[in-house]
């Protein structure tokens, strides 16, 4: 059973979940579908928030973000994933937390656009594709 309490998100044809990470200090979030959301700041900005106090809660230092099952993300809904990776930045020293980013090689989209978010956080995020 997982040790955190956010339930997942279903929106359209979209499903995020979170997981517990292989180690005490880390999580796992997975992103599945397609990410293409009428107003993502009413729907994906307060999930990311939700996760990320219990990120801080459960004291946790390294998160995977798999993002490789999504088929399609909007430009909006990708602000809001960049507004929050520069947010990571903003906590205390000792609350701030890695971010890995798997991503699919085969998706063009997502080889195209997802490797420049390592240029936001350098220090905090890594990306791999898979």
């Known amino acids: 059973m997982s040790r955190f309490k956010l339930q997942d998100l279903h929106a359209k044809d979209l499903h ?3 997981a517990d990470g292989p180690e005490a200090d880390e999580a ?5 579908g397609m990410l293409y959301l009428e107003d993502p700041a009413q729907e994906l900005l307060p999930y990311l928030r939700k996760f990320e106090q219990e990120l801080l ?5 390294r998160v995977m973000m798999d993002l490789s099952g999504l088929e399609l993300m909007s430009s909006s809904s990708l602000r809001i994933l960049i507004a929050f990776f520069k947010d990571i930045d ?10 890995h980013i798997r991503y699919s090689a085969d998706r063009t989209w997502q080889s195209a656009q997802l490797p420049m978010l390592t240029t936001l956080q350098p220090d905090l995020i890594t990306i791999e594709a898979i």
């Open 16 to 18: 995020i979940y979170v």
């Open 28 to 32: 796992q979030l997975f992103l599945k």
């Open 57 to 61: 809660e459960h004291e946790i230092k």
């Open 90 to 99: 903003q906590l205390e020293p000792a609350r701030k937390y890695r971010v």
